[in-house]
């Protein structure tokens, strides 16, 4: 459940209002954390899946927001972000995560929702086809060319 729920969360378009789904996966990882071996078996599940990076999100940004527990230790065979990719992380997060009404959206929260959706798009295509998207998507806003 909770590798599922972590690739919902940080694989699926973007993380707008993510909030509720992080403190889903703090509730579960607190749950499920008092069976023996739970931290072993997850990350046994996150291998196999090829999950590691998403449920390494989960467990950092559940940690990091309400206080998780997550023993040290769990970290040290995880695929982890450089320095630079977990702080831009962190803060678009941070900023993109929060119900927010719309006439309400500062400059900042609009870039940290702008950076995880153009992340979202990058895990699924290839660079090429990424650029051509992204352009295409960028003339369609400025009415250069329609849909």
Avoid: C
Wanted: no cysteine; net charge positive.
């Amino acid at each position: 459940m909770v590798v599922h729920a972590a690739i919902h969360t940080f694989y699926d378009g973007d993380l707008n209002e993510r909030l509720r789904d992080i403190l889903d996966l703090h509730e579960l990882l607190v749950q499920f954390s008092a069976e023996p071996d739970f931290w072993r078996h997850l990350l046994e599940r996150a291998e196999r899946h090829e999950a590691d990076r998403p449920v390494f999100y989960a467990l950092w940004f559940a940690q990091h927001l309400f206080d998780t527990p997550v023993p040290a230790t769990v970290y040290d065979g995880m695929d982890k972000p450089g320095n630079a990719v977990l702080r831009l992380m962190s803060w678009a997060v941070r900023h993109a995560a929060l119900p927010i009404l719309p006439e309400k959206m500062s400059l900042k929260v609009r870039a940290a929702r702008r950076v995880l959706y153009m992340r979202s798009h990058w895990l699924r295509m290839p660079p090429l086809m990424l650029g051509k998207h992204l352009a295409t998507k960028f003339l369609m806003s400025l009415g250069v060319i329609r849909q």
